[in-house]
């Protein structure tokens, strides 16, 4: 095309590379064709991923209509439950293109290990209040608050172990508007919550059994768990965003 129309390739191409003749366009155009091939793959990867996180939520708004408009406990407690499940299933699944981690990625592996432990609770949650409601199995009140503490204080207690090597991404971890905007905040977030779980998981477990009040410790403990690196790392997302003006 150079030749025919009397131009220099560099012109043809749109680069500023000097191309004087046309030896070296297949070099030039197997450049670009790989580069377009690269941007395509991706701009496929971000619609399929699109996709995925549509799915999501689609299943979570389904099981909350589920929820709210069964009139049957148990029916209402498996549908639900099972649009949630299935809902997990496919972030676990999709974990790397939607968060753009290698499968050989350790932090891959960290994401998927809370994934399959969240899963395992929302399988005994879903399980215990379904045959619960189909009066399969009778807890007293004593025994569901056992039940509840255990449940929390494991919950914190993982939490503590990931925490520190979750990734930063918007599908995992503690999910708050300052921590997914800036990777720092997201690590100090999550620094402080492996430091403080596992000590206010056993403080719980201990005011629990010795203190009766148990609704108000169970809100009083979730709300220092979350808040406590909340409040902390949002005036350190503040600094840096003042700092940077």
Partial sequence: MAALLDIPVNKLLGTDTGYD????????????NDKLAKKNQHEAMIKKADKKRGAILLLSFL??????????PTVSIVLSGACILTAVTILYRNLA?????????????????????NMCILVLCITLAALKSAGIVSLS????????????AGIMTFT?????????????????????????????????????????????????????YF???????????????????????????????
């Fill in 21 to 32: 003749n046309i030896d070296n366009l297949t070099d030039e155009l197997a450049r670009l």
């Fill in 63 to 72: 099981s909350m209509l589920i929820s709210l408009g069964v009139d049957n």
């Fill in 141 to 152: 009140e004593n025994s569901e608050k056992l039940f509840a503490m255990f449940l929390i």
């Fill in 97 to 117: 293109l939607m968060t753009g981690i290698t499968t050989n990625d350790m932090r891959l592996k960290v994401l998927r290990t809370t994934t399959i432990f």
């Fill in 160 to 212: 503590g172990i990931v925490a520190p090597k979750l990734p930063f991404t918007r599908h995992t971890g503690l999910r708050l508007p300052w921590t997914v905007q800036d990777q720092d905040t997201w690590n100090i977030a999550h620094s402080i919550l492996g430091i403080i779980s596992l000590p206010l998981a056993l403080l719980y477990i201990a005011c629990c059994l010795t203190v009766d």
């Fill in 215 to 245: 609704e108000q410790i169970t809100f009083v403990a979730i709300i220092l768990w979350v808040g406590i690196p909340g409040v902390i790392s949002y005036i350190f997302f503040l600094k840096k965003m003042y700092c940077k003006l």
